[in-house]
């Protein structure tokens, strides 16, 4: 109906169904069939159609005020809808860093968001630092609600929920001038002789598994263990030193002066959402969101 009062108010001050579709950007056609279901419905005729144009008869002159009337309550209507979802609408305050970054959870978000406007997102960042993180956890269920990125400490798990999205493959990083920074794909035995930085402050059960099996498989490799969590820290100090660096496939641009090289490891480390044990309502809501859009992704590659 909408449509139709827009298409008669246009009708009437252009004084032509042909200009009228011009300026509206569709058929001559279609202006007619509209204006004929408008007369359909109102039970009288609207315009006096003549070779020269059309012309509203004393029914149409009546109808116009309230015509545009009714489009301009319309208007004002959708600007109050849309003040008030504004108003109700939930921010969710997703916490994002260099080596946790958010960009998953919004590409995810992007692509159903407009179906839920009640929700939007606040990105919070914050620092990857080994000894101010889990202060940084310590906030989610605070002052953040999510964070996204790798799981790399295991014991986190006892104190909040994940949702597992995917999961990143390991890869090797070296300095680009490094003797293996022009290698397409690494070779376990392409590191005999190197010295491997294992980062394990987070006691991450697939990185165990990996360091294992290099020391058992592999002792030509020596591995040099780094007790604590990733930061860029770890990134610097394996670029000056030249020492190969165990790290994930999402972290190929973290430093410039670092070459992040496929590997022929069979690991990979799961990612996805940390959040509360205990979300509040609107956060659960949120989560249940991305659930069922990832149960709908699963079903479709299964």
Known sequence: MIEQLKTFVQVAESGSFSKAAEKLFISSTAVMKQMNLLEKQTGVPLFIRTNHGVSLTNAGTAFIKDAEYMLQYFQESLIRIHQS???N?????VGTSMLNPCKVLIDLWNGISDLYPQFGINIVHFEDDAHTLPTTYRMIGQSLDIIAGPFLTDNL???YRVLELGSYRVCFAVSRQHRLASRKTLLVNDLYGERLAVVNGGNNAVIHDIRDFLKKKHPQIHIKDVPRLYDLDVFNRCEESHTVMLTLESWADIHPSLVTIPSDLDFAVPYGLLYPLHPSK??????DIIKEMQGNVLSKVE
């Open 157 to 159: 798990k006892d104190y």
């Open 89 to 93: 609408r939930h921010m969710v305050r």
């Open 85 to 87: 979802a504004q108003d």
């Open 282 to 287: 609107e956060v659960g809501q949120f989560l």
